[in-house]
């Protein structure tokens, strides 16, 4: 049978920075989570969440013949912040460059394929974000770090940005151990520095995330809920402020991630002046197609005094 040790190597030939492997078994504490996280509401309107909480609390139920959990960490920290960007709108910088998801999933099924060339038989799931599986809990499982009090997973040699992606395979492997020490200590800098109060420790309530407001919400938003502090997709303030990635960010060497000139050469005229034609053509391929034309117009406009 095919050794975690070459599927490791192959992974990080690929490119990925991190790669662990967990044994796909229950996660009841983390189902557990979930749903009093989604009973408290603080989902907000992500009802997508809830539709699939039974797959996304349990990995069979998503992939019923899952045995192992190949769980990868790509980089994106492209060595700049905000004050690269020369308008004052901010954008987090993990839309600056390709939508993650294609730029992930493609190195994936690479993997997938590299498997399949010696082992036909070998069924496998690729999975990034959109799909119903719980990313953060299968980095924390296969050893690649910890959650952090701002609910992000931070690794000891990047930081954490870093996006996670899984291929679950329908074989056994050999395991890594689970990352179990938590190395924020006494540390509560994102939770100071929040400036919508959004975080708990280990805990987010989603409806006051500047992230979702910019990214998930539909439509106009909550009177007491508008002031963007001038982000208009994404929000970076927890993680930019966090003292792992102050001492341990290194620049991405992914081609995909780096920078459209745009996004840090655009004036604040130049967004006010954002329209249909431009938004589609400045975000071909970019993540920031999720909010679509409206939505980056509304968080624009939310910004007025900018
Ligand atoms: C929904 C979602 C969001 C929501 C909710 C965020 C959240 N923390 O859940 C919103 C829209 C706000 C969001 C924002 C962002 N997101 Co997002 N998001 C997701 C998504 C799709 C699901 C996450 C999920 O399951 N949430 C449900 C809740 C229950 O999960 P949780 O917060 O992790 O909850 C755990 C803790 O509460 C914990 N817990 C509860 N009590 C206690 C007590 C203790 C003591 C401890 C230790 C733990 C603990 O148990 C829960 C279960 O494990 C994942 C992709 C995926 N498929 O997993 C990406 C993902 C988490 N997002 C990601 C990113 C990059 C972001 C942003 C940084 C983007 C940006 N710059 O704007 C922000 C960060 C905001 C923040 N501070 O978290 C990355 C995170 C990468 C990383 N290094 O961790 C992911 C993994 C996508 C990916 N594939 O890379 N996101
Ligand atoms: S992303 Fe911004 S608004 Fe959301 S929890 Fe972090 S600091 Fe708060
Ligand atoms: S800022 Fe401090 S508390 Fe927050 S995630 Fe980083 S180390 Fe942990």
């Not at 004052?88 to 730029?103: E, F």
Request: glycine residues 6%; charged residues 30%.
């Amino acid at each position: 049978m095919i050794s975690s040790k070459s599927i490791k190597k192959k992974a990080k030939e690929l490119g990925f920075h991190k790669v662990g492997i967990a044994k796909a078994e229950p996660t009841p504490k983390e189902k557990t989570d979930l749903e009093s996280w989604l009973m408290q509401g603080r989902h907000a309107t992500m009802e997508w969440i809830v539709k699939r909480k039974k797959e996304r609390g349990d990995i069979q139920t998503y992939f019923p013949e899952a045995k192992s959990v190949i769980s990868i960490g790509l980089n994106y920290f492209v060595g700049k912040d905000q004050s690269n960007i020369h308008s004052d709108y901010k954008l987090s910088n993990y839309a600056w460059g390709d939508d993650y998801h294609d730029v992930i999933k493609k190195r994936l099924f690479q993997l997938l394929g590299w498997i399949k060339e010696t082992h036909q038989d070998v069924k496998g799931v690729v999975c990034t974000d959109t799909s119903p599986v719980m990313d953060k809990v299968w980095a924390q499982r296969a050893g690649l770090g910890w959650l952090g009090k701002h609910t992000n997973l931070i690794t000891r040699d990047h930081g954490s940005w870093l996006f996670f992606g899984e291929l679950i395979l329908d074989i056994e492997l050999d395991y890594d151990a689970p990352f179990n020490d938590d190395l924020c200590g006494s540390c509560t800098a994102c939770i100071d520095a929040c400036p919508t109060q959004a975080l708990d420790e280990y805990q987010i309530d989603a409806g006051k995330c500047i992230s979702y407001l910019t990214i998930e919400h539909r439509g106009k938003l909550p009177e007491n809920q508008n002031d963007l502090q001038g982000w208009i997709y994404g929000c970076d303030i927890c993680q930019d402020i966090c003292p792992w990635n102050e001492k341990f960010s290194e620049t991405s060497n992914i081609p995909e991630f780096q920078p459209r000139q745009e996004i840090l050469n655009w004036t604040n005229e130049d967004w006010q002046n954002l329209d249909e034609d431009k938004f589609r053509k400045l975000f071909k391929g970019s993540a920031v197609k999720r909010t679509k034309f409206v939505g980056l117009k509304r968080n624009i406009e939310n910004n007025s005094s900018l």
